[in-house]
């Protein structure tokens, strides 16, 4: 898939530290939007006027560029380096894992603490946890911690780092490329692993008509003892957010996707609600509240090392929002008390 993929996912940047990643979009979204800047608190600004005459609609669309990670604690003696989460990280499989560190990209192992190996073949926590470093210096209390992982075909997959949120910042980067019949505002936002805060910031500030969260989300689809429905599945299309625990999506905007979908013979599948959170939960409630919806593309293993993705689902994704954006999207929602 398009080179811009492959950087977003190597480049490194949990909350607090998106710089990289911010770079990469905005030497690749500037020629093609009216307007770019940084605003006080990080998140990228993209906007394209749209028609003037009558202005059309004013469309958000949010993709965060952090990704899940740790922060460097403190140093020991020893040459091991204590940490923290940034994000959700399963502590299940951490240890072995390799990581960068800091703005020089140290490199080191986690592992389990002495005391917590022998404890047996429990879970060990994250507060049990140290990064062997083999004792490199240059590394400091609240340096970043990411992954080291490499961007790969995987048989008919993509396999890498930061899908969620990289993929969204993909999918949006593409979308400003294109001319549509609404004023269109891009924010590629920052530290919503810890909080939906940059969407915060950024949906006050634009004033937006209508939003969509443009995401990687949980794929659990392979099979299991248990019969239980899948949050989504790899292969069947973007994934519409009916709610989850940040928000439930404007049905009127769900319906709008789910027909464009159908009208074009575009696969979807609605995300099993409840699971997860996205920018929507900041952003629906921005001054006196935004329509909002996500549409995410299934991820499996997610906020790992190696999380794998059909390019399929992305260009579908593409594909739907480039139709909606250039329809209904683009024009004033009707009432919202005759949606049932």
Known sequence: MNELLERLSIARGVAGHEGEVRAILREYVAPHVDEIAVDSIGNLIARKAGPQDPPGQRVLLAAHMDEVGAIVMRCNSDGTVKFRSIGGLDPRILPGKRVRIGADAVPGVIMR??????AGSRVAPIADLLIDTGGAGGIQAGDMITFES???QFGRLLKGKAFDDRVGCYILAQLLQEDFPCQLVGAFTVQEEIGLRGARVAAYAVE??????????VADDLPREEDVSPTTELGKGPAVSVMDRSAHADRRLV???????DAHNIPYQ???PGVGGTDVGAIHLARSGVPSVAVAVPCRYIHTPAALMDPADVENTIELMKHALAGSLARPLEAAGSEK
Not at 113 to 118: E, F, I, S, T, Y
Request: aromatic share 4%.
């Open 113 to 118: 603490a002495p005391h917590a190996a022998r």
């Open 255 to 261: 319906r709008i996707l789910t027909q464009t979908a």
């Open 208 to 217: 937006p008509d209508l939003a969509v969260a443009l995401e990687g989300t």
């Open 150 to 152: 490499d961007y790969e």
């Open 270 to 272: 609605i995300k099993q």
